[in-house]
């Protein structure tokens, strides 16, 4: 219900105008996105309205929330970061909420991508992952993470992306296995303002 009343905020004060420029000024966003009601999701959309979700947070709650929500919201707007990464409106950012969970970005990416569990590789829904139409690929994972998170804030011309002119913050990954798509890698160096900090 808050997400809710919080639209029906925004739709109430953003201009009339197309939904890809209606938000692109204030860049609104619904912090938290975990949860939303079909209705809202449109709305959102019909705005362009930031919508900002922690991958982990649906591999940590999909043991019980079936339990909680029921499977009609699960099925209708719960965790539902492949709807917002794929429509044209609005942006997808990703976090990690430290403390809440762990801050570790391999995690995040893992979770968003495979929708299993980071430590177990399991899901209720098995090893194809839990509501596998909401995974993400690698390339929306890692924008929603950078890119995207750097658009939301008013900062895409100084970070988000490697280019020139902009802060060179990075991490370099040293990938085991399968890689980070497969929630595994070593940071080996850690850059930040074009210096290295770590490694």
């Known amino acids: 219900m808050a997400n809710r009343l919080v639209l029906q905020a925004f739709n109430a004060i953003l ?13 609104f ?3 938290h996105a975990q949860i939303l009601h079909p209705d809202d999701i449109n709305l959102a959309e019909s705005m362009g309205i930031i919508m ?6 649906a ?8 339990s909680r929500l029921g499977s009609w919201r699960l099925e ?23 403390p ?8 995040g990416i893992f979770a968003a991508i495979r929708r ?9 829904h098995g090893e194809r992952g839990w509501y596998e139409e909401q995974k993400l690929t690698f390339e929306e994972a890692l924008n929603g993470f950078t890119r995207d998170a750097a658009y939301a804030a008013f900062s895409e011309e100084w970070m988000g992306s490697i280019e020139t002119g902009k802060w060179a913050d990075w991490v370099v990954v040293e990938e085991i296995g399968d890689g980070i798509e497969m929630g ?14 770590f490694g």
């Open 15 to 27: 201009p009339n105008a197309s939904s890809h420029l209606r938000n692109a000024q204030h860049r």
């Open 29 to 31: 966003r619904i912090e």
């Open 52 to 57: 900002s979700m922690q991958p982990t947070h």
């Open 59 to 66: 591999t940590s709650d999909m043991f019980y929330a079936l």
């Open 76 to 98: 209708n707007g719960a965790y539902a970061q492949g709807t917002f990464a794929r429509n044209a409106n609005t942006t997808l950012i990703l976090g990690s909420d430290f």
């Open 100 to 107: 809440v969970e762990p801050p570790s970005p391999i995690r």
């Open 116 to 124: 299993l569990d980071p430590d177990t590789r399991k899901s209720p």
């Open 184 to 197: 595994e890698g070593v940071v080996t160096e850690t850059w930040v303002g074009g210096k290295k900090v």
